[in-house]
Antibody, heavy 127, light 108 residues
């Protein structure tokens, strides 16, 4: 059974960088059939996709966060990481890592979805 | 402000049926498949429905999904107390994964 586990500092100060790592166990990341994403949830609010990365290193970022986000993969450790720079209190959220899978059908419609999620880690940003 | 629009809450008595709507546009729901996620209190979201209406192993057949045009619907029949949770729809808009704001289901 695939498992994902987030880790990182419990508290970040405004203007600094937030760094999280997601360790993947129970399966290998080494397949371009899947991608590995970061999704966040501010307290009491909905889900927001930050971005995702393929094993090959190709990345896709939410345009609203693109200037501050970097996602990388460490294939030797079977883990991937998130760095979000210049954080503000608005970045306070539960951060989840997740595996994405699926494909584009013959019409070009996306059949991708997130099928495995980590338990999430709360990152408060202090002012 | 979420890209997809869901009602904030729905409720029904045990054994009854609820439906949750998810509204989008031609650039997201209209040209892609929809998935649904269940978030039980204090836990991470879990994939409930994918490809508009397919259930992963482990999802009871009381849960169903459908899509028409730029809207999707999640249905829950035979409502149980254990179904109390937040439910999110999700799809894609170009290369960005987008979600609804979530709907809280309350069992009266």
């Amino acid at each position: 059974q695939l498992q994902l586990q987030e880790s990182g500092p419990g508290l970040v100060k405004a203007s600094e960088s937030l760094s999280l790592t997601c360790a993947v166990s129970g399966g290998s990341m080494s397949s371009n059939n899947y991608f590995w994403g970061w999704i966040r949830q501010p307290p009491g609010k909905g889900l927001e996709c930050i971005g995702y990365i393929y094993y090959s290193g190709s990345t896709y970022y939410n345009p609203s966060l693109k200037s501050r986000v970097n996602i990388s993969v460490d294939t030797s450790k079977n883990q991937f990481s998130l760095k979000l720079s210049s954080v503000t209190t608005a970045d306070t959220a539960l951060y989840y890592c997740a595996r994405g899978g699926g494909y584009y059908d013959s019409n070009g419609y996306s059949r991708y979805h997130f099928d495995y999620w980590g338990q999430g880690t709360l990152v408060p940003v202090s002012s | 402000q979420s890209v997809l629009t869901q009602p904030p809450s729905v409720s029904a008595a045990p054994g009854q049926k609820v439906t949750i709507s998810c509204s989008g546009t031609s650039s997201n729901i209209g040209n892609n498949y929809v998935s649904w996620y269940q978030q039980l209190p204090g836990t991470a979201p879990k994939l409930l429905i994918y490809d508009n209406n397919k259930r992963p192993s482990g999802t009871p057949d009381r849960f169903s999904g459908s899509k028409s045009g730029t809207s999707a619907t999640l249905g829950i029949t035979g409502l149980q107390t254990g179904d109390e949770a937040d439910y999110y729809c999700g799809t894609w808009d170009s290369t960005l994964s987008v979600f609804g704001g979530g709907t809280r289901v309350t069992v009266l």
